[in-house]
């Protein structure tokens, strides 16, 4: 069947066709309003024990781009509107329970949830933000924050502005639409890390490029975490920009999106009737080396501030109230595989990954925090904003989860922190919640309950072809706008083989494509070190031509069970070694062939797929340095007394084998202190060339004028 038309339905029919998805799925009883198991999200219909409701709409803070090149980001504001206003949804704040100001959670809150200290020390880190324009007024709004939740006020040492350059101005113009998103940004870190210094980096402006310079210039300025909350549609991407998310060491976490599954929520666009699905994950999470965060619907409960739950986040498709065709857009959390990057090993050897699909690619989700703006979490924002907003999307887990790295010691030897959360996933599975895929159904506030961040939403493909075809006509959502993938479970034409849910785009046990390996849970255990130590040694000297004995030792790794698998050696003359091999210690030679000053860099990678890195410079065949003494003044036919010394570079192994004199009046001498008659009064040129005993020949110039 080919594309058809939206034809706006009737809601009527929408809860009709919403009930017969569900006609087999468990029911719930409604918990009392104070209750241990009352979820602390929207759409409850009943008010009981003071419990107040309230309705809201879901609005995207940064414009849609225009542009499919420009850079999105991925703040939601959750907005309070009158009863009735179209598209609205109800949400229920339990009385009693500390909020924050707008209703949205708070920093114990998260705290309580996710189990870490947020007054732990964390000397050393530094966390940068990465958004683009300036928000004018966001010291005034973080203090405003730290008031209202007790914490010290921000100093210039705990919260720093620059320019993607690195300066203090000038900052790139103010911009409303932005100015949410950065506020956000940093309160979530504060929120989560109070002792963190913040780095706020100001983009000149939603570009690949400008983002890629700001990254740079937060890892030149010394961040040990960087959280950026923005995204675009994959595609190539010059060797420049890939460059700036490669900083071994450094975590760097980015947003999977809020437009779904492979982008496909934006075929729900009230701006353009003939929107298509992007077809695409969103870059930078695609990238291999950093961590793709994703967002949760979270659960809580009142008595004790503990996670009841956690879903994926779908408010789309046939989890959403309004379903597509009311043209509404609330946001799902991404992913989806890329089609340019390889997976790395941490995750293609993970369980369940084989049956992604991904064919070798990489899943853009790595781990997921608190995203749904349903239950979001309560920002000031004081330029563009009326004050207190509670604000969610996957820009928000992007820095909770940046927070949280910080909390933890930051990337713990890793040289990407991503594969620290496979490992601890694999050995200490208690380290996360894991998000599985529930049997949909409505929960005991009205919210409709699933597991998946594709059209479907994790409903079982029977129920979801069902209701797809009773609500577009079409039985596979896949070919609702021909050419655009809706759905992992069903192909792009025909119909699905299998019954069974993919995992790339909907929750199962374990590592899934919407959240990853899950959610942190009871502590910071799922960021613990788990890479092993590293030892690099060289020698006291090099000497160019001649054989250099390197070595390396990978030290007992903290994942038990884990043993060395390849060394590779990049020697910094444009020359590198690889070694595989099971053993903890290796000796490598090398032989420089031409001088410089090189880094060499060792890079181990263990049998999780684990890389540590380390590097030290090294001078072979430097020139020496050449110290020059004559007299004063130097008269013809008198004669003067010079001296030249040749000192090497010490860890070049070198001597001083011979100095030889041109004084530029076709006579010639040997030696490091000599003696010359010029026979006439001129400027002459002397020529000094010194040769080492590694064959480095230095050649330095002097004048000297020669008087009567």
């Known amino acids: ?50 419990a107040t409701v309230h309705y809201a709409v879901n609005r995207p803070l940064c414009p849609t781009p225009s542009n499919r090149h420009t850079l999105r980001c991925f703040a939601i504001a959750r907005t309070n509107v009158r009863k009735g206003t179209p598209h609205a949804y109800e949400y229920t704040l339990a009385p009693g329970f500390l909020w924050g100001p707008s209703g949205g959670y708070t920093p114990d809150l998260l705290a309580s949830i996710y189990g870490y200290d947020a007054d732990a020390s964390t000397k050393g880190q530094l966390v940068a933000v990465i958004d683009w324009y300036a928000d004018p007024a966001v010291r005034t709004e973080l203090n405003t924050f730290d008031q209202q939740y007790k914490l010290p006020v921000e100093t210039a040492t705990s919260f720093r502005v620059v320019n993607q350059a690195g300066k203090a101005s000038p900052l790139p113009k103010a911009d409303t639409s932005t100015a949410g998103e950065i506020a956000l940004d940093v309160q979530a870190v504060r929120g989560v890390c109070h002792t963190c210094r913040i780095l706020l980096v100001e983009a000149n402006g939603p570009t690949a490029a400008d983002a890629a310079a700001a990254v740079n210039t937060a890892v030149r300025l010394g961040a040990t975490e960087i959280s950026n909350s923005y995204g675009v549609p994959e595609a190539a991407t010059s060797s420049k920009v890939l460059a700036a998310y490669n900083h071994p060491g450094v975590v760097i976490t980015a947003s999977t999106g809020d437009q779904g599954w492979y982008g496909w929520t934006d075929i729900n666009s009230n701006d353009d009737p003939n929107a298509h699905s992007e077809n695409a994950a969103y870059f930078p999470s695609t990238d291999p080396f950093v961590v793709g965060t994703g967002g949760t619907r979270l659960y809580v409960n009142t008595d004790d501030e503990s996670r009841y739950a956690e879903y994926v986040w779908n408010d789309q498709g046939v989890a959403d109230s309004e379903w597509i065709n009311y043209s509404t857009n609330s946001g799902a959390t991404g992913g989806g595989c890329s089609t340019l990057h390889a997976a790395p090993a941490w995750q293609s050897k ?29 920002v000031y924002l004081e330029y563009g904003g009326d004050g207190w907003t509670t604000i969610g999307g996957t820009s928000l887990s992007s820095p909770v989860v940046a927070a949280m790295y910080a909390l933890a010691g930051g990337a713990n030897g890793a040289a990407y922190p991503a594969a620290t959360l496979y490992t601890n996933a694999a050995l200490h599975p208690a380290s996360l919640y894991d998000i599985v895929n529930p049997v949909p159904h409505y929960d005991e506030v009205g919210g409709f309950v699933a597991g998946g961040n594709s059209w479907c939403g994790g409903a079982q ?12 006509q079409v039985n596979n959502p896949n070919v609702y706008n021909s050419g655009d993938y809706l759905d992992c479970s069903f192909p792009l034409t025909g119909m699905p083989s299998t019954t069974a849910l993919n995992p790339q785009c909907n929750a199962t046990a374990g590592f899934d494509g919407p959240s990853g390996v899950g959610a942190p849970s009871g502590g910071l255990g799922v960021f613990a070190r788990t890479a092993p130590a590293l030892g690099l040694a060289r020698p006291s000297s090099l000497r160019l031509h001649h054989p250099a004995r390197f070595g390396a030792k990978l030290a007992e790794s903290y994942a038990p069970h884990t043993y060395p698998a390849r060394y590779v050696w990049t020697w910094g003359d444009g020359t590198h070694t690889t070694v595989s091999t099971s053993s903890a210690s290796i000796v490598s030679s090398h032989v420089y062939s031409r001088p410089c000053t090189c880094t060499v860099r060792l890079t181990a990678t263990d049998s999780r797929g684990q890389v540590v890195m380390r590097t030290t410079r090294v001078t072979v065949g430097k020139h020496a340095s ?45 030696g490091t202190t000599v003696h010359h008659t010029y026979k006439k009064a001129d400027r002459f040129r002397i020529t000094i060339k010194v040769t080492d005993s590694t064959g480095v020949t230095t050649v330095v110039h002097h004048h000297i004028r020669v008087r009567r």
């Open 350 to 378: 993970t369980p369940n990954y084989a049956d992604f699909g991904c064919d070798g690619k990489r899943s853009a989700a790595d781990i997921s925090a608190i995203g749904d703006p349903e239950s979001g979490y309560s």
């Open 461 to 472: 493909l029977s129920d979801c072809e069902s209701a797809t075809d009773s609500e577009l």
């Open 626 to 670: 050449v110290h020059y003494h004559r007299p004063a003044k130097v008269r013809r036919h008198h004669r003067a007394r010079f001296s030249a010394k040749g000192t090497t570079t010490p860890n070049t192994g070198a001597h001083i084998t011979s100095v030889r004199w041109r004084w530029g009046d076709h006579h010639a001498s040997t």
């Open 1 to 50: 069947m080919g594309a058809v038309r939206r034809v706006p339905r009737r809601f009527a029919a929408l809860v009709a066709i919403a009930a017969a998805v569900l006609i087999t799925s468990t029911t719930t009883t409604p918990a009392s309003a104070d209750g241990p198991h009352r979820p602390l999200v929207p759409h409850s219909y009943t008010v009981a024990g003071g």
